[in-house]
């Protein structure tokens, strides 16, 4: 590999690679200590040992930064959000504090309902200011890549609204975001007692409309007992495997309806929440290559009980992921770092885990192959952090240790 020649070169750094396969001989979060990476053309052009670099290093790169004892992580993946919405649903949270539940509020009208009443009254210039504002809270954080569900329209018309916004984001800020339709997130009230016709409406116009749009990259859908059965979800999944687009699905989250299962036979990309899985669903999952995406903000904020199945997910072997799940209702929550902390002291995930759930095993969720690990080739998303040990990043709670990211090899400094 050529030495020199870059366009930037970070020196005097540790590195989490977090190329745990590479790792497998015993070295945590694939970590390189006394060492450099070096960019060109967005891409990581070169990692490894100091010494193995001969100064001066201003003849090496356009660009220096020395960064002495600092930490570099791949830049961070948030792979699981609802963060486009209107209005907000404070006066539920008190509600719940009084004793209702998530499921009494939803069966009742309110819920994932009065988000989509606010949502279709925002103007599309609302939506992406409110979303932008908290968007910039998870940058701020070190986060790179985004993942946006729709989900809070229903109607075509909210619904491409919602996507669009979530489009407008990944051009005007900083970040990578990709796209989920969640139609099949709850039923309008248009539709009461109604179904079937609305995953009909799903399947044949609004899911059609948004993909000739260009405007997504996965089909999600919420499989539970106050949204949708697997059989409903399935139809969705055919008409998305007609279409050509990847699928993913909220299973298991507040009760076993084999969600999973159904996912995992349609080779989901991620099923996610999961805190009733039972072994049925991970071994599905482990044979359909489906990542599991765990939303320890959701199972704080609802006070849930039930721990998602982690021995099980580590025996099969299936790669565990973490993500804010912003939203209004179940995960109010735009600090990828509380969420860190929160998957070690909730759902008693090593440091480690945590940090490959935001990283590589996030990137695995999405699809995407050229991020999430730093290795020669990859796109070079990273964030400098001052830290001693990469542990810290779970450890702290309420304190942000980011110095800078770079995004395609760009500085910017949220
Ligand atoms: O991921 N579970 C379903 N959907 C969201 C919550 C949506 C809401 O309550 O607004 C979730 O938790
Ligand atoms: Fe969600």
Redesign the pocket.
């Known amino acids: 590999m050529q030495i020199g020649g870059w366009d930037a070169l970070w020196t005097n750094a540790n590195i989490a690679t977090m190329d745990l396969a590479a790792g497998e001989d015993g070295v945590p979060y694939g970590a390189l200590n006394d060492a450099a990476i070096a960019v060109h053309d967005g891409a990581i052009a070169w990692i490894g040992s100091m010494t193995e670099l001969t100064e001066p290093f201003h003849r090496l790169a356009a660009e220096v930064h020395d960064i002495p004892g600092r930490w570099i992580t791949p830049g961070l993946i948030d792979c699981?959000t609802?963060i486009v919405?209107g209005g907000n649903?404070a006066a539920e949270f008190e509600m719940r504090l009084e004793g209702a539940t998530?499921e009494e509020i939803?069966r009742a009208g309110g819920?994932?309902r009065s988000?989509v009443t606010a949502t279709r009254e925002a103007s599309e210039e609302d939506l992406f200011r409110s979303a932008a504002s908290r968007v910039r809270h998870l940058l701020a954080e070190g986060v790179t890549t985004l993942e946006i569900?729709s989900?809070?329209g229903l109607d075509t018309k909210t619904e491409i609204a919602m996507l669009r916004t979530a489009r407008r984001i990944g051009r005007e800020l900083p970040v990578t975001v990709r796209t989920s339709f969640?139609g099949a997130?709850?039923l309008p009230s248009e539709f009461d007692g109604r179904e079937d016709a609305y995953i009909e409406f799903v399947c044949d116009e609004s899911l059609p409309a948004a993909v000739s749009e260009g405007l997504v990259d996965a089909v999600d859908g919420?499989c539970?007992g106050i949204?949708f059965s697997p059989q409903q979800m399935a139809r969705v999944f055919d008409k998305a495997r007609e279409l050509e687009v990847p699928v993913k699905l909220?299973a298991e989250?507040?009760s076993d309806l084999k969600g999973a299962v159904m996912a995992a036979s349609y080779d989901a990309m991620s099923a996610?929440?999961l805190e009733y899985l039972e072994e049925d669903g991970v071994r599905a999952m482990a044979a359909s290559g489906t990542v599991a995406v765990l939303?320890p903000g959701?199972f704080y904020f609802?006070r849930e009980a039930k721990l998602p199945p982690l021995d099980l997910l580590r025996q099969f072997g299936v790669p565990i992921a973490v993500a804010t799940?912003c939203?209004?209702?179940?995960?109010p929550v735009t600090s990828i770092l509380m969420t860190l902390n929160m998957a070690c002291t909730l759902f008693r995930m090593t440091p480690e885990e945590a940090l490959a759930g935001i990283t590589c095993n996030a990137a695995k969720a999405l699809g995407l192959t050229d991020r999430g690990v730093l290795r020669i080739g990859a796109r070079a998303d990273f964030a400098i952090w001052n830290i001693e040990r990469p542990g810290e990043l779970s450890y702290r709670i309420g304190f942000n240790p980011l110095e800078h990211v770079a995004i395609a090899g760009k500085v910017s400094n949220p």
């Open positions: 699981h609802h919405y649903r998530y939803a819920g994932i988000t569900k989900g809070y969640l997130h709850a919420f539970e949204a909220h989250q507040l996610d929440h939303l959701a609802l799940d939203n209004p209702g179940s995960s």
